[in-house]
Structures are given as structure tokens and as C-alpha cells.
């Protein structure tokens, strides 16, 4: 009886999380665009705030701008509008979001950068949390002490970041992958070094703006609530001027770097840019992939690089698609002497999918996978947050979850084939090797 029952709680949630999620959107009059889930299954409330303001945007001199800014928008505020908005220390910003138990968090990426809150749906926990979560991305004071401080530690940190051969490998390959282009951007001690009060405070005003911010919403609250929420969130910041569109991500040019390194083995990163957020051959992308590099132990890299030759415990592959090409990237370590066979096999195995695509037994299988683990992506408020606001800021159709499992269940051979040799070109991708210079 306990087991029938144990199958019985699996097949409901299953089925709850295959549901439909009712994502309603619609623009404020300031031009911010509002995305909300109706979730009553829990007093909770979570919501993100996201800008243009990523680290694309930084200027070429002064590299991690972005990251930076967003980093001391709670680091002090100055005073605000009214009597009950006084000027407020980092500590005093702190302890105001810990005693209403809400939990603030931010962070940049290459395309966007902002905020997010979780606080209890109660009006007067929420109420006090969306008030000072405005007034953080309103009115920042970015103190001079403060970022002296966190100039320090970020330096600290990349001095001891330059000496992982990760790190010196996935900062070679974005140079090597993207040239010139935004995308390439890693922090510097010298761009670091070179950031002033003056320039946050520009980035500021010229990113976080009424009309480029995208908020996103889940919890137990109403539309209207919602859209309130909104408009309190965005009425202070201000509009934005029409931003110059980026340079295009150039075509990959089959480059390859060594760089030396103590380390015992070889780190490889093998690549090149690949796939728009939107494009239509994700889906295709996405279930190749999981063939070729994505399935953990079933791949096709790992049975040739691991299983067959015993050339390295773990070998991946995935595509990340952001505003422009995001890339394609293979990686995996190795012996030092064995660099040069393991990435001749990892070729050979990209050129054969290339050739084949997947047998008509590894396209089930991904499939089946991926469909049946789907639920997972989405079994609570902060994950399906995350995907609403991906889906707000990439301008992604509003059903984009509730037609996922179809769109991957109608994948052809035939597709991934022509969607791999539009998007992966064995003798264009950039190959950096961390550990073997020879």
C-alpha cells in the first residue's frame, strides 16, 4: 500500500509541474516591462529587477564596471524622497532587509545585471521590502571608502583567480572565441584599478532605468498587488537614452593558444561562438548536445574519451545562448602528454556527430531525459522566477515553458544535423590548452 501510495504523490507532482503556469505580462506606463506568476501555494514572495546593465556594457578600459556597480548598490543610500527615507549605511541596509527576514541578493552576467528579494507575502514584510529594494536601486550613495575596499578585494581576488589553470584557460578562450567583442571582457587588475566614484555613478544612470527594466514576479499576491509593486520598484528610476547596438560577434577562425602551467594535467577548452537566445535551432541544439557531450556518462565524448581510452574522468559539452552568439564549448582535463590524442579524438567524435547525428536509440533516450527531467526545472518559486525573468528579458514567447517538453519531444534527426552544421564547424573552433605549451 505505501509503495502504490509513494507512486501516486510522484505522479501528482509530476503532473503539477508539467501544468501550465499562467505567466501574465504587460508594460508600465514608464516603459518597464512586468512579468508575474499568481502562486498562492505558499506565503512567499520573490521577485527580480533586471537591466541591460551587464558586463557587454562596461567600456574596454575600465572592465568591471558593471559587476562593480551593482555590487555597491547596497553598500550605503543617500537620503531619499521623503522624512522616513534618511541616508543609510551598509550595515543599516543590511540589518533593515534581515528584520523583516527577507533575503536580498544581485549579480551581473554579459547581458544583464540587477537585484532580486524574497521576503514573506504579509503586507507588512513585503510593503517594507519592495520599499528599500527601491530606494537601493534609486538612490545607491556608492561610498568612496567602500569601493576602495571592494576594489582591494576584487584585485586580491583576480591576482589569486590568475593562477588556477581554469581561470587562465576560460579567460583565453573568450579571447580567443570572441576577439575584440564584449563578450571577450574579463576584469583586469589595471581596468579595476582604473574605476572611479564617478564612473558607477554613470553606469548608474545611463543602465538602471525605468525603461529597459524588466520585473519579474511569483508569490502569493494578486495582479494588482503586482503591478503596484511595479510601479513603486521603477517610478524613481529614470528613462534611459537609446543605447548603441554592439558590435556583431565576428565568425570563429580555428585559432588554438598553449599556455604554459605547473599544473599536473592539461586544461582544454575547445569552441566558438554559436546560438542567439530565441534562435530556432535550440531545441535541436539542446538535444544534440546532450548526445554529443551533455549526458553526463551516456555522451558520445565521454564513452570515446573516458571509456574507450581512459584519457580523462570527465569530458563536457554545452551551448549557452545569450543576446548575440553565446558559445559552444567542449572542455575536459588530461595528462600533459596525452593532450595531443585527446583532442584529436575530441574532434573526430565532433566530426562524426556532425557527419551521423545521433542513432535513432541516443535521440530516445535524450528525449526521454530531458522530458522526464523538465519537472525538476521547475518544482519551485525560485527556479520558475528564473526562467520568467529569462523569458522577460530575452523577449521569449510567455508559453515558452509550457511548450518546452513538445519542443523537444518533436526533435529530428534530421534536425539536429542541420542545426549542428549551421552552428559548429570542426575547423573553426578555437582550441586553448592550460598545462602544455609543447
Not at 587562465?168 to 563578450?183: C, E, M, N, T
Amino acid at each position: 500500500m505505501k509503495r502504490i501510495l509513494f507512486f501516486l504523490i510522484v505522479a501528482v507532482a509530476a503532473s503539477t509541474a508539467h501544468a501550465a503556469l499562467k505567466i501574465e505580462s504587460w508594460t508600465l506606463a514608464n516603459g518597464a516591462r512586468v512579468l508575474f506568476v499568481e502562486n498562492h501555494s505558499i506565503p512567499i514572495f520573490d521577485l527580480n529587477i533586471e537591466f541591460d546593465a551587464g558586463s557587454r556594457r562596461d567600456s574596454e578600459g575600465k572592465i568591471g564596471t558593471a559587476a562593480m556597480t551593482n555590487a555597491m548598490l547596497a553598500r550605503g543610500m543617500r537620503a531619499g524622497n521623503a522624512a522616513n527615507e534618511p541616508v543609510m549605511s551598509e550595515a543599516e541596509i543590511s540589518d533593515a532587509f534581515a528584520d523583516i527576514a527577507a533575503q536580498r541578493a544581485g549579480g551581473t552576467g554579459n547581458d544583464r545585471g540587477g537585484v532580486s528579494l524574497r521576503t514573506l507575502a504579509n503586507a507588512a514584510e513585503r510593503e517594507r521590502g519592495v520599499f528599500l529594494l527601491a530606494r537601493l536601486l534609486a538612490h545607491p550613495s556608492f561610498p568612496e571608502d567602500f569601493l576602495a575596499r571592494d576594489k582591494a578585494r576584487t584585485i586580491a581576488n583576480i591576482k589569486e583567480a590568475l593562477t588556477k589553470p581554469e581561470v587562465i584557460g576560460a579567460r583565453a578562450f573568450s579571447r580567443l572565441a570572441y576577439g575584440k567583442h564584449p563578450y571577450s571582457y574579463e576584469e583586469t587588475v589595471e581596468s579595476i584599478s582604473a574605476i572611479t566614484r564617478d564612473d558607477l555613478i554613470a553606469f548608474h544612470q545611463r543602465h538602471y532605468v525605468a525603461n529597459r527594466a524588466v520585473v519579474s514576479m511569483i508569490g502569493d499576491i494578486s495582479r494588482a498587488q503586482a503591478d503596484a509593486i511595479a510601479r513603486q520598484l521603477t517610478e524613481r528610476l529614470p528613462q534611459g537614452e537609446a543605447l548603441p547596438s554592439m558590435s556583431p560577434v565576428d565568425l570563429p577562425k580555428g585559432q588554438e593558444e598553449r599556455i604554459a602551467h605547473p599544473a599536473t594535467q592539461a586544461h582544454i577548452l575547445i569552441g566558438a561562438p554559436a546560438v542567439v537566445r530565441g534562435d530556432p535551432d535550440y531545441f535541436p541544439l539542446l538535444v544534440g548536445n546532450y548526445v554529443l557531450g551533455g549526458g553526463g556518462f551516456v555522451s558520445r565524448l565521454m564513452k570515446e574519451v573516458r571509456e574507450k581510452e581512459g584519457l580523462a574522468y570527465s569530458v563536457y559539452s554545452y551551448f549557452s545562448p545569450m543576446l548575440q552568439e553565446g558559445p559552444f564549448e567542449i572542455g575536459l582535463q588530461t595528462k600533459k602528454d596525452q593532450t595531443d590524442k585527446a583532442i584529436d579524438i575530441v574532434r573526430k567524435t565532433v566530426a562524426d556527430f556532425l557527419r551521423d547525428g545521433p542513432t535513432a536509440e541516443e535521440l530516445k533516450a535524450a528525449k526521454d531525459n530531458l522530458i522526464g527531467g523538465f519537472p525538476l526545472r521547475i518544482d519551485n518559486n525560485r527556479k520558475i522566477l528564473d526562467n520568467i525573468a529569462m523569458i522577460g528579458f530575452y523577449n521569449m514567447p510567455l508559453n515558452y515553458l509550457d511548450t518546452w517538453a513538445d519542443n523537444v519531444a518533436k526533435v529530428t534527426i534530421a534536425d539536429i544535423k542541420a542545426a549542428f552544421s549551421r552552428k559548429v564547424a570542426v575547423d573553426k573552433l578555437a582550441t586553448v590548452i592550460v598545462g602544455n605549451a609543447k
